[in-house]
């Protein structure tokens, strides 16, 4: 499985960016999907998670001003960024799990919010 992610890109406090994350090869092994992210000098953390059934979890900052969401045919994960504060600049990440238990990283995308 490879995949690759966009959507990154500078925005004001406050707007709204949407990031997706294309999978390719055996996108039908696909499990669970994940975006993390990772700011400058901290280590990477969990945004959030959805399953292939579409049950999601989010870390609390991130609660109420994104979502997750995916498309399985497309063996495509997305990520709605609202309200966004300068505290989520960061390099996002996608990555998946596979059926065979193995997990995959997307090359990130930079997101930085300007106060």
């Known amino acids: 499985v490879q995949l690759q992610a966009s959507g990154g890109g500078l925005v004001q406090a406050g707007g709204t960016l949407s990031l997706s994350c294309a999978a390719s090869?055996?996108?039908?092994?696909?499990?669970?999907m994940h975006w993390y992210r990772q700011a400058p000098g901290k280590e990477r953390e969990l945004v959030a998670a959805?399953?292939?059934?579409?049950?999601?979890n989010y870390a609390d900052s991130a609660k109420g001003r994104f979502t997750i969401s995916r498309d399985n045919a497309k063996g495509t994960v997305y990520l709605q960024m609202n309200s966004l504060k300068p505290e989520d600049t960061a390099v996002y990440y996608c990555?998946?799990?596979?059926?065979?238990?193995?997990?995959?990283w997307g090359q990130g995308t930079l997101v930085t919010v300007s106060s």
């Open positions: 959805i399953t292939r059934g579409g049950s999601t």
């Open positions: 090869g055996s996108i039908f092994s696909i499990t669970d």
């Open positions: 990555h998946t799990n596979t059926l065979r238990g193995l997990a995959y």
